[in-house]
């Protein structure tokens, strides 16, 4: 019972700070329905971020944020962009919509936003064509690609390269392909086109060829500091589910 009483009141002190700071009013039913845990996540994502800021501090708000209002973010997006209909409203709600798959809500905004000056912005093409890849466009994606090389000749990003490689092999062009990974294998700040690789080379019947790449990414991992292991774990594991 002495818990159960300083559960009700540590969620009555929060409902309290929740209406005099102004937050949202989704704050104060999740304290009424889950006081325990919805006075811990108030804790670290309202009340700490104020005392510790940094990197940690905001990326703890945004996934604790998510998990209580999962579409909070897209319905802010929204409204800004109902508010405001400029280019870059479009392409952060076109990134959410990305975010959760919605590839073809994400192409439309995409394309709204390359207007006027933006008309050839190179990020927003790049997003273009992986939405247009996610779809299923490949042909398009490839073209809105070659569109972004041709208008952004100086223009160096590695996932767009990683995209031409996918798009190359999604179309069957193998040795185009081929060329675009191994290149990508030697710089790519992490092990995806590896794994990529070797699966399209498993695909062609290059069992050698693909257990190499495969225990490339293994082997540099085991060298790699813990922190490059978790970041790149699912690539990680599937090439260790490829060499078992």
Do not use: C
């Amino acid at each position: 019972m002495p818990f159960i009483g300083l559960t009700t009141l540590m969620a009555v002190i929060a409902i309290v700070h929740v209406i005099k700071t102004g937050r949202s009013q989704l704050w104060i039913m999740a304290l009424l329905s889950l006081p325990g845990i919805g006075v811990l996540a108030y804790l670290i994502v309202e009340v700490l971020p104020e005392f510790f800021g940094g990197r940690a501090g905001r990326n703890a708000s945004r996934n604790i944020g998510k998990v209580l209002n999962p579409n909070g973010s897209l319905d802010e997006a929204k409204r800004e962009y109902a508010i405001a209909g400029t280019a870059k409203n479009a392409v952060n709600l076109a990134d959410i919509h990305f975010e959760k798959d919605q590839f073809s809500e994400a192409s439309a905004l995409y394309r709204e936003a390359l207007t006027g000056l933006n008309e050839h912005n190179p990020d927003t093409l790049r997003k273009l064509a992986a939405s247009e890849f996610g779809v299923g466009n490949f042909d398009q994606a490839k073209s809105l690609l070659d569109l972004l090389i041709e208008k952004n000749p100086d223009y160096k990003n590695q996932d767009a390269h990683l995209l031409y490689a996918r798009t190359q092999e999604a179309l069957g062009d193998f040795d185009a392909a081929t060329e675009e990974y191994e290149a990508l294998v030697k710089y790519y700040s992490g092990p995806e086109p590896s794994y990529r690789f070797g699966m399209m080379l498993l695909s062609q019947g290059n069992d050698a060829g693909a257990q190499e790449l495969f225990k490339s990414v293994v082997e540099k991992a085991e060298l790699s500091p813990k922190h490059y292991s978790s970041m790149h774990s699912e690539w990680i594991r599937l090439s260790k589910a490829q060499l078992g």
